[in-house]
């Protein structure tokens, strides 16, 4: 038996012929490689961004499509301040998009300090060849400023333009 798993289908691959044998998933990769061996994916998957939006909800993306159950163990992320390694904040969900299956979103158990660096550490997360993350990696990120600014001034300076002043960078 095998259902092969690929992004535009969204279904897995699983083998086990055996009788007696339950059915087993297993790696594949979704490169199609028709009347030819695919080369084998040896590299592991690498973090390339690490997005949000309020400081509590992260988009975290990879190079490379990730293994789903790996990816969406939430011990398998350590979030911690870069200033202060032992201001840590537990990763309470983590479920990877299915659109692409190489972003994952994150959700902290609390925000993020406004404008400080932090770091994501990764462990035990597999690309869907079995490579898996080397131990040590990690990603930075800073904290969004959820704060708007306060408008200081604001001075016509001819018929068309508008000199704006915020107490901070827009």
């Not at 199609?32 to 509590?56: E, F, Y």
């Not at 990816?71 to 032992?86: R, S």
């Not at 994150?106 to 079995?130: F, H, T, W």
């Amino acid at each position: 038996i095998a259902v092969v798993r690929h992004p535009a289908i969204r279904t897995r691959l699983f083998a086990n012929c055996l009788p007696g044998y339950p059915l087993e998933e297993i790696f594949v990769s979704s490169k199609i490689c028709l009347n030819q061996a695919c080369p084998p994916d040896t590299d592991p998957p690498s973090p390339v961004s690490m997005t949000t939006a309020d400081g509590l909800t992260f988009l975290l993306t990879y190079n490379e499509e990730i293994y789903v159950p790996d990816a969406e163990i939430p011990a398998n992320y350590y979030v911690f301040n870069a200033g202060d390694p032992t201001d840590s904040i537990a990763v309470e969900y983590a479920s990877v998009v299915r659109t692409d299956y190489r972003s994952v979103t994150l959700r902290l158990a609390r925000g993020v300090q406004e404008n400080a660096m932090y770091r994501l550490l990764i462990s035990n997360v597999r690309d869907i060849a079995g490579n898996a993350v080397p131990d040590g990696t990690e990603i930075s990120f800073i904290g969004v400023d959820e704060d708007p600014p306060d408008l200081l001034s604001a001075v016509a300076t001819s018929d068309t333009s508008v000199f704006v002043q915020y107490s901070e960078m827009v």
